[in-house]
């Protein structure tokens, strides 16, 4: 249900205790009446009243068992003071006139009025903590965060009017007369000797006329005194409620701070709401956590960038390495290819001066040799590479000699194979020897005597 | 909300930022974590800071010694062309048939006849074959064998032998067939010679 823009005035009474919502922010609009009988606990009442529907935001409560009374201090020991101090200071000072701690007790300051020579006077109501905690926590729970804590006897005192009154409550009659600038608490039930007096002492002093009669209805003891007034003050409570209600509300309105009504501790004034506190809290929480998150998340792309490069790097080396693996084994396939190339263009230029020299050598250390008695007659290449040499010997002595001889030439490079040798006869009688034998080159080579080429 | 009391509304309030705080510790951060963990394992394997720089430096010197061993390739290949040339060249076999008559005249031998070998003779060892097959694995042609037949004594052959080594053109003699008779100094030759 959406809450009102108005407000509520809670009246704790003896008898009764009243509720009364107003639609909106002025007296004068809707008001919607609510009465419960009293409990005799301010805050039970004011829990009572309070579930009786949706409260709005703002409510005055006035206790008609509140404390309140007119207190006198030096002008110059109050000078300059700030209203908590002030309310402290008065506080103490009411500390021996009502009966309770300041420790444990709320104190409201209304208006500074006319003291005696050299004081200042307030009217002043004081409310035991426990009430006033009680009181709030019952509206709070229910909504109601703004609350302000009175005694219905104080509201009258924000009237602009200029006529003196009288105004009784059960337990307290305030008195007013505007021209003198008094203001008079009388602590007493109406009809009490003591009220009686203090009413009748005020009238007295009182040269204005008329003065008011408000509050309960005059009845029994009271009658005679409140007949002497003329009454102008309306319907009192009892009789009027809303009106009653309506009045002090106009009051309340036009009074402001005025008037001495306790309003939030300041602690608790600043307390914030469970919502406030979640929304707070969560706004911390998510605040703290993205910060966190964020910080943590930069640590972690950081550390991933320097990942990322030390991957490329280790790309690059491994590329690196494989493109060297690769380009080896291509040096040295392609080196070998350039040394078998190499071997095979001087194996085959060894080959042609293999060729080249043999025959000059065999040539060569045929011609060096000479031994008495033997011919050579013919030299004939064969296709396995060897040299069929043929002649003639005198004896086979001398064929022996001679192919020992060519055979132990180191530089010859060939292999002199034993000769074959065969006996002809000739003219003379004599034989002669024809002899053959095979020359083979030897892959061992000859030992250079710088005469092959 | 009006129903729960104050403690219970406080902790309802504080609800959104324990969730808030929850997500963060039990989803957010693990990830993260993770995350992290798996980039500090993959820096503890980050190289010493002169690896890439020795590595790139011995791939650098291997690709000069590549550019080297291209060199020498194309060295290799020119002198394998102008060796092949020399050797198995069709076109410098006429000069070399000139020269080598001219260098077999010139240290007295006489030469009768020179002309381009009929197959068969006593060409054809397993050395000279291989020698041929060489040529060939190489990109040359096989060799032609041409037979000079002349006469000359044992001096004038060999001298005619050591001329054909200094000629400038390709003649390799591979054969020799001699003759001589009893009392006279006059060889006969015959020569198998690839040119």
Same mark, same amino acid.
């Given at each position: 249900m959406a809450?009102?823009?108005?407000?509520?005035?809670?009246?704790?009474?003896?008898?009764?205790?009243?509720?009364?919502?107003?639609? #909106? @922010?002025?007296?004068?609009?809707?008001?919607?009446?609510? $009465? %419960?009988?009293? &409990?005799?606990?301010?805050?039970?009442? +004011? !829990?009572?009243?309070?579930?009786?529907?949706?409260?709005?935001?703002?409510?005055?409560?006035?206790?008609?068992?509140?404390?309140i009374q007119t207190?006198?201090?030096?002008?110059?020991?109050?000078?300059?003071?700030?209203?908590?101090?002030?309310?402290?200071?008065?506080?103490?000072?009411?500390?021996?006139?009502?009966?309770? #701690? @300041?420790?444990?007790?709320?104190?409201?300051?209304?208006? $500074? %009025?006319?003291? &005696?020579?050299?004081?200042?006077?307030? +009217? !002043?109501?004081?409310?035991?903590?426990?009430?006033?905690?009680?009181?709030?926590?019952?509206?709070?729970?229910?909504?109601?965060?703004?609350?302000?804590?009175?005694?219905?006897?104080?509201?009258?005192?924000?009237?602009?009017?200029?006529?003196?009154?009288v105004e009784v409550h059960e337990r307290v009659t305030i008195a007013r007369d505007p021209d003198r600038g008094a203001v008079v608490v009388i602590p007493a039930r109406p009809g009490q000797r003591s009220w009686r007096g203090s009413v009748e002492r005020f009238v007295s002093e009182t040269d204005a006329r008329p003065i008011r009669w408000q509050g309960i209805v005059p009845s029994g003891e009271v009658e005679d005194l409140a007949a002497a007034f003329r009454d102008e003050g309306g319907l009192p409570m009892e009789l009027d409620p809303v009106g009653t209600a309506r009045r002090w509300a106009r009051d309340l309105s036009a009074a402001g701070e005025r008037l001495p009504l306790v309003g939030p501790p300041r602690a608790a004034r600043r307390s914030p709401g469970p919502l406030a506190i979640g929304i707070v809290a969560t706004a911390i929480a998510i605040g703290a956590v993205g910060f966190l998150h964020v910080r943590r998340r930069r640590e972690v792309e950081d550390l991933e960038a320097r990942a990322v490069t030390v991957s490329a790097d280790l790309r690059r080396i491994a590329s690196a390495e494989r493109a060297l693996a690769v380009l080896r084994r291509e040096t040295n396939d392609r080196e070998q290819t350039i040394r078998d190339a190499e071997k095979s263009l001087e194996t085959i230029a060894a080959g042609f001066e293999t060729q080249r020299a043999g025959m000059r050598r065999l040539l060569r250390g045929m011609a060096r040799l000479r031994v008495a008695g033997v011919a050579v007659t013919s030299l004939e290449s064969r296709p396995d590479g060897a040299v069929e040499i043929e002649g003639l010997g005198a004896t086979t002595a001398a064929i022996d000699a001679y192919v020992s001889a060519l055979s132990g030439d180191a530089r010859l490079g060939w292999e002199i194979r034993p000769p074959r040798c065969e006996a002809r006869p000739r003219g003379d009688g004599r034989e002669i020897q024809l002899y053959s034998f095979r020359a083979v080159p030897t892959s061992k080579g000859a030992v250079d005597d710088g005469e092959t080429r | 909300m009006n129903a729960l009391g104050r403690r219970d509304r406080y902790l309802l309030a504080l609800l959104p930022a324990l969730v808030a705080a929850a997500l963060h510790f039990w989803w957010l951060a693990p990830e993260l974590d993770a995350r992290a963990e798996k980039a500090e394992l993959a820096l503890r394997r980050a190289p010493d800071p002169g690896t890439i720089a020795v590595r790139e430096a011995s791939l650098a010197r291997a690709r000069l010694e590549a550019d080297g061993l291209g060199r020498r390739e194309s060295s290799l290949a020119a002198r394998r062309r102008e060796q092949l040339a020399d050797w198995t060249d069709p076109a410098r076999r006429a000069e070399a048939s000139v020269a080598l008559s001219g260098a077999l005249s010139s240290h007295g031998l006489r030469v009768i006849r020179s002309e381009i070998a009929?197959?068969?003779?006593?060409?054809?060892?397993?050395?000279?074959?291989?020698?041929?097959?060489?040529?060939?694995?190489?990109?040359?042609?096989?060799?032609?064998?041409?037979?000079?037949?002349?006469?000359?004594?044992?001096?004038?052959?060999?001298?005619?032998?050591?001329?054909v080594d200094g000629l400038s053109v390709f003649a390799l003699p591979v054969a020799l067939s001699l003759t001589s008779d009893l009392g006279r100094p006059e060889l006969e030759v015959k020569l198998w010679i690839w040119i």
């Open positions: 809450r009102s823009a108005g407000f509520s005035l809670i009246v704790v009474g003896r008898r009764h205790s009243r509720r009364f919502d107003f639609a #909106s @922010s002025r007296a004068e609009g809707e008001v919607t009446p609510h $009465e %419960i009988a009293a &409990s005799g606990v301010a805050a039970d009442d +004011v !829990a009572n009243l309070a579930a009786l529907g949706p409260m709005p935001r703002r409510a005055t409560v006035l206790l008609d068992s509140a404390w207190v006198e201090l030096p002008a110059a020991a109050v000078r300059g003071l700030g209203i908590e101090d002030l309310r402290r200071a008065v506080a103490f000072e009411l500390e021996g006139l009502s009966g309770l #701690s @300041s420790a444990t007790s709320e104190v409201a300051v209304g208006e $500074e %009025i006319p003291g &005696s020579a050299g004081k200042v006077r307030w +009217v !002043a109501v004081e409310v035991h903590d426990e009430t006033a905690a009680g009181i709030r926590s019952a509206l709070g729970e229910r909504g109601c965060g703004a609350v302000t804590i009175g005694h219905p006897a104080s509201l009258s005192l924000a009237s602009e009017e200029r006529i003196p009154f | 009929e197959r068969g003779g006593p060409v054809g060892s397993p050395a000279q074959r291989e020698l041929a097959r060489g040529l060939q694995k190489e990109g040359g042609a096989a060799p032609e064998v041409w037979t000079c037949e002349a006469r000359g004594t044992w001096e004038s052959l060999l001298e005619a032998l050591d001329a």
